[in-house]
């Protein structure tokens, strides 16, 4: 079980499992959830390496350093802690 953070609020993900639906419980705003609106850019404080490799959209929108777009995470394990 992997923990996703934020705001001092954590919620609990199986590993594997996309965090979308957390960071939405989290208040993380989406838009088109397909990584091409950028509406779910978030900066990751720490914990980067539990979470899966920057997807294709990700790579085309730009995402680098410590932002993802959460609609694109999968969470490997651990816990990930986000700004």
Request: with cysteine; hydrophobic share 35%.
């Amino acid at each position: 079980m992997a923990t996703l953070k934020l705001n001092g609020q954590s919620v609990d993900v199986n590993d594997g499992e996309q965090v979308l639906d957390a960071c939405e419980e989290l208040g993380v705003n989406f838009g088109c959830q397909a990584g091409n609106c950028g509406a779910c850019l978030t900066e990751v404080a720490q914990g980067m390496e539990n979470l899966s490799e920057y997807s294709e959209p990700e790579k085309q929108f730009g995402v680098e350093g410590r932002e993802r777009l959460m609609c694109q995470c999968i969470i490997k394990g651990g816990e990930v802690v986000l700004d």
